[in-house]
């Protein structure tokens, strides 16, 4: 599998792949949304744990 990401995600995946390697699990990630009002913020959308996304795609094999 070859996976062609946007941007300077290819820096973000080498990071995450480190920690994963350095922990021996995946870590959290944030996905933002824009805030609403005037002034260009972000806020929280939801945390996403990547184990358990792992975890349940192995159930799926």
Do not use: Y
């Not at 070859?2 to 994963?20: D, K, M, S, W």
């Amino acid at each position: 599998m070859l996976i062609n990401p946007p941007g300077f995600a290819a820096t973000a995946l080498a990071l995450v792949a480190e920690i994963h390697g350095r922990m021996g699990h995946f870590p959290m990630i944030l996905r933002l949304r824009p805030a609403e009002g005037p002034v260009t913020r972000f806020e929280v959308a939801e945390i996403i744990n990547l184990q358990n996304v792992r975890d349940d795609s192995r159930k799926q094999r």
